[in-house]
């Protein structure tokens, strides 16, 4: 007999977006399957997962690990390249990669501790850890078949324009006309001769405590400049950053901690503040969205 989970409402609502409900109602079938086929037994679903169902599990030998079955999309390289970027990280700078099934877009990784989030530091300690954890993992990486920085910037761009049509424009067309132009600079600023694997999505609760400092989970995973990495934390705590007297202050602190371009890093923040807080608004992620999308309004005024 399967079992029923709780999944949190906003993956249902990601999963309702994506046109898979099936997934859904298929899931507790899902997750019996891998509980047999890796021999693990499914424990807590964790609570604070996105974009995926996520839960604890205990294996045969008595150790812990996490089970994450993703939302099955159109396109379905988004675990491909999540496991890609596991695999080439090896364990280091993201959580170690234990099975794979594709066929359920689902991954068995090492369990790590609280994230950035849960440990409440104050934002100049989380941003160092950040940055710290982010760069361990940028490497070269030849024939990863992994999204350009440029795909992603044109990717980015699409979704701006269609949503924020969609979504009768929940904010300016001006934070809009900024952030498009943002992702021409940085379609166009592709090279591949400087760029690395980079995560995608570094943030506070995508940053977990491990035996020896912090990784990463829930890579995205991009050939791209590593600006690319510090514009997603350019993106969070908006409200922080409306505080500022100039919002370019963090640009400057994070490019001179990584020793990276400066406008880079604003271009990529431009972009992701103003695509995510649009997905939020789809999702009804709220109140980061609204937030996200007034820190839009600041930032493209600068």
Known sequence: MTREFEIPQVVQNKAAAAGAQAWLTELPERVAHLERLWDITVDNVYTEGTEAFVAAALCSDGSTAVLKVAIPRLDTTEVRHEATVLRLAAGDGCAALLAEEPEHHALLMEQLGPSLFD??????????????????????????????????????????SSRWTDLDQPCSERAVEVALAASDRRRLAHDDERSVLVHGDVHQWNVLQASVGFKLIDPDGLFAEPEYDLGVIMREDPIELMADSDPRLRARWLAQRCELDVEAVWDWGLIERVSTGLLCAEINLQPVGRQMLRAAEYAADA
Not at 123 to 146: F, Q
């Open 119 to 160: 440990l409440d530091l104050p934002v100049t300690a989380r941003w160092e850890i950040l940055c710290d954890t982010a760069s361990r993992l940028w490497r070269i990486t030849p024939d990863a078949s992994l999204p350009t920085g440029a795909e992603k910037a044109a990717w980015l761009s699409d979704a701006i």
